[in-house]
């Protein structure tokens, strides 16, 4: 019995293999600005550097086409002073690494098709290996042969995280603050009005008819709503993501229209209205500045429709 818990124990901390994320940094040659690529690594095989500045920029050889399992796929001259990108499969990490370092490598990059799992080995193998081999994800990879090719430089490191987030204090501040000025706003709007109608002494009736009355029916009516959309998106969230997204980039118009409409009606320029027409929303020939302010406001959420999954 206690020989059986002892393979357990075994195979699963034989399972518990240690796996860091780090970045790939690859650029082309005389050039300072490229883009960062996640990897996962094993830090047992070898660490990675935490800063960028001390990483060292190598020649990519690509070897996409090969799995690196055998001499014969090693080319001639080997890898000297490069790090050789291979697709996972058909032998183990070992083999691959190794094959690597004979060869001159420096380093090994190793494109997966399925998820990033750490590059697993065992004791004698960790001390025998002493070049860093990180898995890169195989869309990364198109990404990075379609914007620097296979002839560019790349630099791995492992950048330490940071105790505190500072963009998560920024995301912190920004939702705290709209929500605090939105409520001062709409606190001070609504001082307003309250003085406006005591001064007019017609609050009673104007309250009466702004007054909604929630019945039993409109509740269920809007619970049945809810529960249909949640169900949909999780069935069809492909397709209705782009209405999720449509409504969001509507209701963000409207937004900006209402925070900076009070700011545009100060400016002294844009009075005239726009000639009589029959076009939708325009008839009532709205203010040219007001005009150019909804045109604003939708373009902005049209550019982030269109370009939200953007790098930069």
Known sequence: MRDAITVIWGAILVKQVLGDYGMAHFSNKGKSKGKDYCIFFNPQWARLPQDLNKASRLQIHDLTASVLCSSSEVPEGGFTNQ??????????????VRLAQINGARGLLIVSKDRLTPPAGNKTQYEEIDI?????????????????????????YAPTEPVLDYNMVIIFLM??????????????RDIKKRYMKHKRDDSAEKQ????????????CVFVVMCCSMLVLLYFFYDRLVYMIIGIFCLAASIGLYSCLCPFVRRIPFGKCRI????????HKR??????????????????WGVFRNEDQ
Do not use: H
């Not at 081999?133 to 090719?149: E, N, P, Q, R």
């Not at 000639?275 to 325009?282: D, I, K, S």
């Open 83 to 96: 790090i050789p990108m291979v697709l996972r499969g058909n032998c183990t990490f070992y083999e691959k």
């Open 132 to 156: 860093p081999v990180a898995l890169l994800s195989y869309t990364d990879m198109l990404d990075i042969s379609k914007k620097f090719g296979m002839g560019g430089l790349v630099a791995m």
């Open 175 to 188: 939702a705290v603050g709209t929500v605090a000025i939105g409520g001062y706003w709409a606190g001070s």
């Open 208 to 219: 009466d008819e702004e007054t909604v009355d929630v019945t039993p029916i409109m509740i």
């Open 275 to 282: 000639p009589e027409n029959n076009l939708p929303y325009c």
């Open 286 to 303: 709205p203010q040219l500045r007001m005009l150019i302010l909804s045109v604003f406001c939708v373009g902005i959420s049209v550019t």
